[in-house]
Nanobody
């Protein structure tokens, strides 16, 4: 599976961005799709996930972005989105999309469990 992320950019505090990640080479609905982010000098952290059809398509969002970020997917377009509203400077990071077809629900926050990764897209929030 190949993943291509896009949509990052420079935005002011309080602004919005929508990230997209297009997958190719697999049956998209079978993959749990997730977004992680990594700020300079920090570890990669979980942001949001959209479960596969096997997991009922459930979505999960980190507490740090709950109420501001929304993950969604369009299986017909092989694409997962993340709408990011009310952005804060601490949201500045490289955002990565990830995919895995065999992840279990208890592990969706663990980046080491994902087999496939996109190249990352930079989000910069200015104060």
């Amino acid at each position: 599976v190949q993943l291509q992320a896009s949509g990052g950019g420079l935005v002011q505090t309080g602004g919005s961005l929508r990230l997209s990640c297009v997958a190719s080479g697999g049956t998209f609905s079978r993959y749990t799709m997730a977004w992680f982010r990594q700020a300079p000098g920090k570890e990669r952290e979980f942001v949001a996930a959209s479960g596969s059809s096997r997991h009922g398509g459930r979505t999960y969002v980190a507490d740090s972005v709950k109420g501001r970020f929304t993950i969604s997917r369009d299986n017909a377009k092989n694409t997962v989105y993340m709408q990011m509203n009310s952005l804060k400077p601490e949201d500045t990071a490289v955002y990565y999309c990830a995919a895995d077809a065999s992840i279990i629900l208890s592990s969706y926050r663990d980046y080491a469990q994902y087999d496939y990764w996109g190249q990352g897209t930079l989000v910069t929030v200015s104060s």
